[in-house]
């Protein structure tokens, strides 16, 4: 049982990106997923999250606008489309699966301790 994070990269300021979170093992459908992120030097912060089958999803204020979540039940990947980047997106993003809820609420760092089957995580780097 794991998700495999990808698709991060160096992009230049107000560019795209899409990563992708891909399970093996257990159904990513059946779940809240959410993805993270962590700048160095910095706490693990909440991003977006889906809700199971796609129902429903929420964002943080920095990226409402910018950030769309979506999941692919036949690839059993959960991808977030980043666009409009900028300097301060820079940071690991991480993937993980909520296993208390199945409804998302926005994620934040007090709600972490619901999440497991965290990913490795992919680097996006935002630079000129």
């Known amino acids: 049982v794991q998700v495999v994070e990808s698709g991060g990269g160096l992009v230049q300021p107000g560019g795209s990106l899409r990563l992708s979170c891909t399970a093996s093992g257990f159904s990513l459908n059946q779940y809240a997923i959410a993805w993270f992120r962590q700048a160095p030097g910095k706490e693990r912060e909440g991003v977006s999250c889906?809700?199971?089958?796609?129902?429903?999803?929420s964002y943080v204020d920095s990226v409402k606008g910018r950030f769309t979540i979506s999941s692919d039940n036949a690839k059993n990947t959960v991808y977030l489309h980043m666009n409009g980047l900028k300097p301060e997106d820079a940071a690991r993003y991480y993937c993980?699966?909520?296993?208390?809820?199945?409804?998302?609420?926005?994620?934040?760092?007090?709600?972490?301790?619901?999440?497991?089957?965290w990913g490795q995580g992919t680097p996006v780097t935002v630079s000129s």
């Open positions: 993980a699966v909520n296993l208390m809820r199945s409804i998302c609420v926005t994620p934040t760092t007090s709600q972490m301790h619901e999440y497991g089957y």
């Open positions: 889906i809700s199971y089958g796609g129902r429903s999803s």
